[in-house]
């Protein structure tokens, strides 16, 4: 039995339909992301899950208990889940120790200072616990609202867009902070995000939403190097997909392909002393490097190169071509 | 089970789903019983009101409406355009200055020029010792629906002015800059562009006057001019004609859902208007003769509707402060301040109820029923009183309770009536907060009420304050409701103000309705300031 399953989940606002039969299941321990493009339905599904939207139809289960269902709807209070929102939802009002200690304020007053200290010292803030959250950074408050949620010892943690209001730095370093965590706390966590680099370093499982469908599920580093669909290519990766037409005919059976759509990742294009010549049509600086936009017997393909190539023409040998 | 009922059910927080299902039906039951007395039977008042002075009702009415827009229009709409766009001497304070004339209730300003230009009043006795012309040679009766329009606009213009001004500095910046690049001149973008633009604004600022307009009482008793709320006065005290009042509000009911029908096709037209950069104008400085037209434009309206009657009042005040009765004074006092504050809260309480049955129940037909209960802003005090009495003389029939001439009463139509200034300001408080941190304590383990107390109330506790002071000045400026269903012999200050200026003792009012502006002049100064520090 999976540790939590969604069986064809159907939700509408009005007459549009945002999620339209969702159904997966997930294993305790594991970390998967949601991704797909503003308006695919990621949030609805994780507010669903959460307890805070309910379903026209479909069941949610956790360990075999029903959570929603058309007989039964167990309150958000009562899910025991973590929800970490993106604009972190501090208490304006409570300094940061009562935020964290929010929702264990029965227990005795040590402890709670223990647990607090604990997360705090973890995550370099100790001197923050005095602190109204309009006194932290955004970085800081995304912290502690972490720090508030894991502290009330939640059964599955669910992250919506928890980077998205932080710069390219910040965003990086709480990555890391929230990596170590996840790993030394084992929490089974759900996290939404439209970035697919988010996915690549926080989970070991992805599903791609797209207009309220699953059109993609598997492991980050799979999708992106070998895409399964159109939706997978164009969003983990620069993958280029070609559809055999009188223009690239020439690729095609030069390369014995038969399918008459195939997908390949700039990697996968390297340059050799002996191989297929490729005439250089321009390139674009990405930051580490450059993507090279090539024509190869009439197929137009991306590759990443370190430097910038100053040839019209080289000479190019292709390691995969996936077909869709 | 998106839509299905038990669902919705388990997953709302069933106290507040209750209660305000339950405030939202006794908000609204005694205005649609109004409907029910079509059927009642009329006494003689009706045939004689419907043989002639209905035609004057409505005449006088549409008069009214019409001048009193105009008026306002004038007053309120070039000021706001001034204040927005040009720096000139004063600017600053007349911005605000210009909102004060809003403290001052009709009835109050009436009484006021009334006085004055009565025969023998202060301005026939300058005029004699200044000028040295006889009363008889300039005199002009007063007390007639031509005088009253600018009267009553020198008060109201506020509420365009506050719209316009929104409108001109923040709405629609954007599209003003736009032809300030095509090289327009200011005015002709004040012409073709501003004005056009604030056609929303201007409507939503002119149903709130006529509004007002509909609802006074006070000011067309005085001045004797025939309305559907002095004929509602008239048949019920005069004739005690139950089932025509109950008609004339009928239809006075129909024109106040006329205006807000109006108001509500302006204001969806204002979603598509009022898009845009929301940052502040560049103001122009302005030379002397500029600057001082620009200042002319807008001391006048201030010193029509503010400066000079403040004047007026502290002057008859100062002069008529020995022969106060200040045991009356005290007891009225008290009286108005417990009601103020005791209906205010329960108005406070009841906005917060309603707003959770919204926010954390699940029925969308909720959220209509809410907003229909808090339609009494639009609706004239006197329609609210009828349609207390036949409700309540219904009860008495069905199960012998009858309660008219309570406090309870009183305080139960002024909930009705004022709802909506309690409702709005804490709604747009909740609305600003979001959901987040509600369903954030929500998923930290607290209940609905925890949740609300814990965490929502203490931040909202500014919106609920004000929310609180502004029904509290409400409660205390209204005339017509308190004058209906006070019990016997409870006075407060605006009953005694009124009883004193319909006995043609305007000066002994004074102190009344000093007191009165000077408790309406705070929510203003808080206005300012919250405006000020934004």
Redesign the interface.
């Known amino acids: 039995m999976s540790f939590l399953e969604v069986k064809n989940i159907v939700?509408?606002f009005g007459e549009t339909e945002v999620l339209k039969g969702i159904s997966f299941d997930m294993d305790a321990h594991s970390r998967l992301a949601l991704i797909g493009k503003s308006g695919s339905g990621k949030t609805t599904m994780l507010r669903l899950i959460?307890?805070?939207e309910?379903?026209?139809?479909?069941t949610i289960t956790i360990n075999g208990e029903e959570l929603?269902?058309?007989?039964n709807?167990i309150?958000?209070?009562k899910?025991?889940?973590?929800?970490v929102?993106q604009?972190h939802?501090l208490?304006?009002?409570l300094d940061v120790y009562s935020n964290i200690v929010?929702?264990i304020s029965k227990q005795p007053k040590k402890m709670k200072m223990d647990i607090a200290m604990s997360y705090l010292n973890m995550l370099g803030l100790e001197d923050k616990l005095k602190s109204y959250p309009h006194q932290l950074s955004g970085g800081e408050k995304q912290r502690i609202s972490i720090i508030?949620?894991l502290a009330?010892k939640p059964r599955l943690l669910l992250l919506d867009e928890p980077f998205s209001n932080l710069d390219k730095n910040t965003k990086e370093k709480l990555k890391i902070d929230l990596k170590e965590i996840l790993d030394k706390e084992k929490l089974p966590t759900i996290m939404i995000t439209h970035d697919a680099d988010d996915s690549f370093d926080l989970a070991d499982e992805v599903i791609l939403l797209d207009e309220g469908n699953i059109v993609a599920r598997g492991n980050p580093e799979d999708l992106y190097k070998r895409p399964i669909n159109d939706h997978s290519a164009r969003f983990f990766s620069e993958s280029d997909i070609l559809e055999k037409n009188e223009s690239n005919e020439k690729f095609f059976s030069n390369y014995g392909l038969t399918e008459k759509r195939i997908c390949i990742a700039p990697q996968s294009i390297k340059i050799a002393e002996e191989g297929t010549q490729a005439k250089i049509l321009g390139h674009k600086f990405v930051g580490n490097g450059y993507m090279v936009k090539l024509d190869i017997m009439g197929a137009e393909l991306k590759m990443f190169s370190i430097e910038r190539i100053t040839n019209p023409t080289i000479n190019v040998k292709i390691l995969e071509i996936i077909s869709i | 089970?998106?839509?299905?009922f038990?669902?919705?059910w388990?997953?709302s927080s069933k106290l507040w789903l209750i209660l305000s299902i339950i405030f939202s039906l006794v908000l609204l039951i005694p205005l649609g019983s109004i409907f029910l007395s079509i059927f009642e039977t009329v006494g003689d008042g009706w045939s004689e009101i419907f043989d002639g002075l209905l035609q004057t009702y409505l005449g006088n009415t549409l008069i009214l409406a019409f001048g009193v827009s105009f008026c306002c229009l004038m007053f309120a709409v070039l000021p706001a355009w001034l204040i927005a766009n040009y720096r000139f001497p004063f600017s600053g304070s007349l911005k605000w200055m210009m909102v004060l004339p809003l403290s001052i209730p009709t009835y109050i300003i009436a009484f006021l020029y009334g006085d004055i230009f009565s025969f023998g009043g202060e301005f026939y006795l300058l005029a004699e010792q200044i000028f040295g012309i006889g009363i008889k040679t300039i005199y002009f009766d007063i007390f007639k629906i031509y005088y009253l329009i600018p009267i009553l606009s020198s008060v109201l213009y506020p509420y365009i002015y506050l719209t316009c001004l929104d409108s001109f500095e923040n709405s629609n910046r954007s599209h003003i800059e736009s032809a300030e690049l095509m090289g327009k001149s200011r005015f002709t973008i004040f012409r073709k562009i501003a004005l056009p633009l604030s056609r929303p604004a201007i409507v939503s600022g002119l149903f709130l006057v006529n509004m007002e307009l509909l609802n006074d009482y006070g000011a067309m008793d005085f001045f004797g001019i025939q309305t559907f709320t002095t004929g509602i006065f008239r048949t019920w005290f005069g004739l005690n004609d139950l089932g025509t009042a109950l008609r004339l509000a009928l239809i006075l009911f129909s024109i106040s859902f006329l205006f807000i029908y109006i108001e509500r096709i302006f204001r969806r037209q204002a979603k598509y208007y009022e898009e845009g950069n929301h940052a502040k104008l560049t103001k122009t400085r302005i030379g002397f003769l500029g600057s001082l037209i620009a200042i002319i434009i807008c001391f006048i309206p201030v010193t029509i509707g503010f400066l000079f009657p403040i004047s007026k009042l502290i002057y008859n005040a100062l002069t008529t402060y020995h022969s106060v009765d200040y045991f009356e004074y005290t007891v009225a006092m008290m009286n108005t301040i417990f009601l103020a504050f005791a209906a205010a809260s329960v108005i406070v309480i009841i906005s917060i109820t309603l707003i959770y049955g919204e926010r954390t129940g699940?029925f969308e037909s909720l959220s209509r029923l809410i907003s229909l209960s808090t339609i009494g802003y639009a609706i004239p005090g006197a329609i609210i009183a009828v349609s207390m009495l036949y409700f309540l003389s219904g009860l008495k029939t069905s199960f012998g309770i009858f309660g008219f001439g309570t406090l309870i009463v009183l305080i139960y139509a002024y909930n009705i009536r004022f709802m909506a200034t309690a409702y709005s300001p804490i709604k747009s408080a909740t609305d600003k907060l979001g959901?987040?941190?509600y369903?954030?304590?929500?998923?930290?383990?607290?209940?609905n009420l925890q949740?609300i107390w814990k965490?929502e109330l203490?931040?909202l506790q500014p919106a609920i304050l004000t929310a609180m002071l502004v029904a509290v000045v409400e409660i205390l400026k209204e005339l017509p409701l308190t004058l209906i269903l006070r019990p016997f012999n409870y006075e407060t200050l605006s009953t005694i103000a009124y009883q004193y200026a319909k006995n043609e003792m305007v000066k002994d009012a004074s102190i009344y309705s000093l007191s009165i502006v000077a408790i309406s002049i705070l929510p203003i100064i808080f206005f300012v300031k919250s405006k000020k520090e934004k």
Not at chain 2, 439 to 447: A, M
């Open positions: 939700k509408s959460a307890g805070l309910i379903p026209n139809s479909g929603t269902s058309d007989k709807f309150k958000p209070e899910r025991n889940m973590g929800y929102f604009n939802s208490f304006p009002h929010f929702s508030r949620t009330s | 089970m998106g839509n299905s038990h669902i919705k388990k997953s699940k959901m987040n941190s369903e954030t304590s929500r998923l930290l383990g607290l209940g949740a965490v203490p931040v």
